[in-house]
């Protein structure tokens, strides 16, 4: 009988160190830090820690699914140049035996107290235009000036000489869609629509399509777009850029553009001169240049002298608007225009 009693006992606290042992090995993670609730800048490091229990064989934490951050006793510094402007995200995975235990997320925002620089434009010569094309994009590839123009009915891509305006080749597209910005990569060039989520492909050199891409599911509208290295930066007339991979048209990252004061809305057509990105900005006389890392606006660009020279521009200021960006590495000036203007204007910015 003592025996069974001893035995039962035994069983039972044999339960018992299971199941505290059970415990003691469930893997748990959470953020002590960063905090949703506080707020950070971007002109220093944020500092990481996380609470880790159940001794997992490894944990790694990933910033914005592009930055690797390297912890040490379960704590980090977030470099400043690492991190957005806007929403933030940490993604925390432990594992154990080679497998993904557990994830957990950490959401944060960072402001900037930046103050945008002044920069001016200086004009250097204008180039015929024509008030007929109601531009969307501007971009040179080998010495040429490529546009495409918007309005159903009216939209088309455009190839002028560089020197004098003359249009060299133009291509219309269905009439069903809104054209708005494009670009080059592998010589072959992107054109977006508005509202369609669709763009269409076409070989730089004869203006023949190629192909078509869809990008409708991550935005409702497509306004500008450029080049940056292997990436393509979309505009849709928000505060954000949304950077896609040109081959799968995935989704990669998005930047929220922000200064000291505000986010920038209505953000429009983007041009990238390898250092910063360019956009006009919807309805006003400014172009901002943007941080391209960060979304961090650096300087804002008074063209308020193009615009007075413009007729159309001046009585039909809700419409015939500054669009249009275009870089010249070889000159290092930008070409700038507007809806339905009669000139193009090549300027040096000045700093």
Same mark, same amino acid.
């Given at each position: ?132 094309? +109601?531009?969307? &994009?501007?971009? /040179?590839? !080998?010495?040429?000036? $490529?546009?495409? #123009?918007?309005?159903? =009915? ?23 869609? +809104?054209?708005? &910005?494009?670009? /080059?990569? !592998?010589?072959?060039? $992107?054109?977006? #629509?508005?509202?369609? =989520? ?29 080049? /940056? ?123």
């Amino acid at each position: 009988m003592e025996f069974r009693i001893i035995g039962k006992l035994f069983g039972f606290f044999l339960v018992l160190f299971c199941c505290s042992c059970g415990v003691s090995d469930k893997i748990e993670i959470a953020f002590e830090s960063p905090k949703a609730t506080e707020q950070y800048f971007d002109d220093a490091p944020i500092s990481v820690k996380l609470e880790v229990s159940g001794q997992p064989d490894s944990v790694v934490l990933v910033l914005n699914k592009e930055h690797r951050v390297f912890l040490q006793n379960n704590q980090a510094n977030i470099p400043a140049e690492n991190l957005l402007l806007g929403e933030n995200i940490l993604v925390a995975k432990a594992y154990k035996e080679g497998k993904d235990s557990i994830k957990k997320y950490a959401l944060f925002e960072v402001k900037t107290k930046t103050v945008p620089q002044k920069w001016q434009v200086k004009i250097l010569r204008k180039i015929q235009h024509g008030k007929d094309a +109601f531009t969307q &994009g501007l971009f /040179i590839h !080998n010495g040429k000036l $490529y546009e495409t #123009t918007g309005e159903r =009915g009216y939209s088309r891509l455009l190839c002028r000489d560089l020197q004098n305006g003359k249009v060299l080749q133009t291509k219309k597209i269905d009439n069903h869609y +809104f054209g708005e &910005g494009a670009t /080059i990569w !592998n010589n072959h060039i $992107y054109y977006i #629509t508005w509202t369609s =989520g669709q763009g269409f492909v076409f070989d730089a050199d004869t203006f023949e399509q190629t192909g078509t891409f869809q990008y409708g599911k991550y935005t409702e509208e497509g306004w500008g777009l450029t080049t /940056i290295g292997s990436q393509f930066a979309m505009s849709n007339g928000t505060d954000k850029i949304l950077f896609f991979n040109p081959q799968t048209m995935q989704l990669t990252k998005e930047l929220s553009v922000n200064s000291n004061e505000a986010k920038w809305q209505s953000l429009n057509e983007l041009e990238y001169d390898g250092t910063y990105i360019y956009a006009n900005v919807w309805l006003t006389n400014k172009i901002v240049a943007i941080n391209p890392k960060s979304g961090a606006v650096v300087a804002v660009i008074d063209c308020t002298n193009l615009v007075n020279l413009e007729e159309n521009a001046r009585y039909n200021p809700e419409s015939d608007v500054l669009n249009g960006i275009a870089y010249n590495p070889q000159t290092k000036t930008f070409y700038l225009t507007g809806k339905n203007w009669e000139h193009i204007y090549e300027v040096e910015i000045l700093k």
